[in-house]
């Protein structure tokens, strides 16, 4: 098991919504298992916060102002069943391991698109396996991008738990991709970091642009490469990604694109780069703050 080394400090205004406790500059945890090895750590910042609570908001539109659960990447994933769990469409609660009848709770899309999770056939495919769909994906995986399994992130803690299990000292985040199959539902996986410097794209893929995001349930941050999206400046950033320059930080059910900078990428004139969080200095970044 990994173990966290945290440090409570005053939580930076302006930074995050409903933002973390971030760790003093000489108490940087790691929850890459790679901080043992000999490439000096993960990079990974870690905070002293509890994990976020999603928290209902109002809808803009509706009429007589009723409080309704925010769209979260949980929203994704359907309520017949869970599709984050390897034995969900076992009935005995036994163990899933019938080559001949193997059933996996998956992501499908119904009638106009409406997102729906339901009990279907399964493969051996586990986590990076090539696939064509979901059907050659172990229980608990999906097929997603050019045609890869990852396993669903439901619930952040999902990857999390693939962190800390990880036997090639891999850290997983929980992102949002579409299925490989037709149906091209977009569902949360958890997806391997690359390690990378912000506002560069020296090793990242094509579209694809090196960001911060947050993992072990929001309570610390790692740069990674990840998809370029179409979200823009205070966008909500929950199902949808930024784009390139900005990072997805907030609370579940309220995370919104902020504008990351540094000497190369200022702010624009009516906002400060505020390059105070240590979460954000152990990358090179800050975060525009408006003035």
Same mark, same amino acid.
């Given at each position: 098991m ?11 205004t302006?930074? !995050?919504? $409903? ?6 500059? &000489? ?11 000999? &490439? ?17 908001g ?19 994933? $359907? /309520? ?9 469409? !076992? ?7 019938? &080559? ?13 698109? /409406?997102?729906?999770s ?8 586990g ?6 769909s $979901? ?9 997603? $991008? ?13 990857? +999390?738990?693939? +962190? ?6 891999? +850290?997983?985040?929980? &992102? ?6 037709s ?8 997806? !391997? ?36 999206? /179409? ?9 949808t990604?930024c ?6 930080f907030? +609370? ?24 105070k ?15």
């Open positions: 990994i173990s966290l080394r945290r440090s409570a400090v005053a939580c930076l302006g930074f !995050v919504v $409903g933002c973390a406790a971030l760790p003093a500059a &000489d108490d940087l945890g790691c929850l890459n298992k790679a901080e043992t090895t000999a &490439d000096g750590g993960c990079g990974v910042i870690t905070s002293d916060a509890a994990g976020a609570t999603p928290e209902a109002l809808d803009a539109n509706s009429s007589d102002g009723a409080l309704l659960a925010p769209e979260t990447r949980q929203s994704l994933c $359907g /309520t017949a069943c869970l599709p984050d769990e390897a034995n969900a469409c !076992v009935e005995d609660a036994g163990s899933n391991t019938d &080559d001949a009848g193997l059933e996996s709770c998956r992501v499908v899309l119904g009638a106009n698109q /409406t997102t729906s339901m009990c279907v056939s399964a493969g051996q495919g986590d990076g396996a090539s696939c064509q $979901g059907a050659d994906c172990s229980p608990g995986y999906e097929c997603v $991008g050019t045609g890869t399994c990852r396993h669903y992130c439901c619930h952040d803690d999902s990857c +999390t738990t693939m +962190t800390a299990d990880s036997t090639t000292y891999d +850290t997983y985040f929980c &992102d949002v991709a579409s299925e490989h199959a149906s091209g539902a977009k569902v949360p996986v958890c997806q !391997v970091v690359v390690k990378c410097s912000p506002l560069t794209n020296d090793t990242c893929g094509p579209d694809q642009a090196c960001t911060v995001v947050e993992i072990n349930g929001g309570n610390d941050f790692v740069a990674t490469c990840d998809a370029i999206g /179409t979200a823009k400046l205070g966008d909500s950033c929950e199902t990604h784009a390139a320059g900005l990072a997805c907030g +609370t579940i059910g309220q995370r919104t694109c902020q504008q990351l900078c540094d000497d190369q990428n200022p702010c624009p004139s009516n906002a400060t780069c505020n390059m969080s240590q979460a954000l200095m152990s990358f090179g970044v800050g975060v525009c703050n408006s003035n």
